[in-house]
Nanobody, 124 residues
Framework: VQLQASGGGLVQAGGSLRLSCAASGHTFSSGAVGWFRQAPGKEREFVAAISWSNGITRVTDSVKGRFTISRDNAKNMVYLQMNSLKPEDTAVYYC??????????????????WGQGTQVTVSS
């Protein structure tokens, strides 16, 4: 399985970005794909995840109402729409996948596959 993340960049506070994760190497009829982020000097933390099969989502409290995760099964793509960005959202964002439930993807230690990171920088 390969995960390719893209869409990061520099944006002013209050702005928006959309991250994309292209998945390949397997038939994605099961499992969950999501996003983690890691700011300098901090641990990697869960952001959001979505089930490939039924679209159930999980979003961490700090981004609820601002970030939306979605998927396109036909294209094997997962997206993270980030609105009302804040400087504290600045981090490297990683795409991740696990052959399990959406809930089971919420711990970085349970990730089966990682993509490379994409930098998101929000200026104040």
């Amino acid at each position: 399985v390969q995960l390719q993340a893209s869409g990061g960049g520099l944006v002013q506070a209050g702005g928006s970005l959309r991250l994309s994760c292209a998945a390949s190497g397997h038939t994605f009829s099961s499992g969950a794909v999501g996003w983690f982020r890691q700011a300098p000097g901090k641990e990697r933390e869960f952001v959001a995840a979505i089930s490939w099969s039924n679209g159930i989502t999980r979003v961490t409290d700090s981004v609820k109402g601002r970030f939306t995760i979605s998927r396109d099964n036909a294209k094997n793509m997962v997206y993270l729409q980030m609105n009302s960005l804040k400087p504290e959202d600045t981090a490297v964002y990683y795409c991740a996948m696990r052959y399990g439930t959406v809930g089971s993807l919420m711990a970085s230690t349970r990730v089966d596959y990682w993509g490379q990171g994409t930098q998101v920088t929000v200026s104040s």
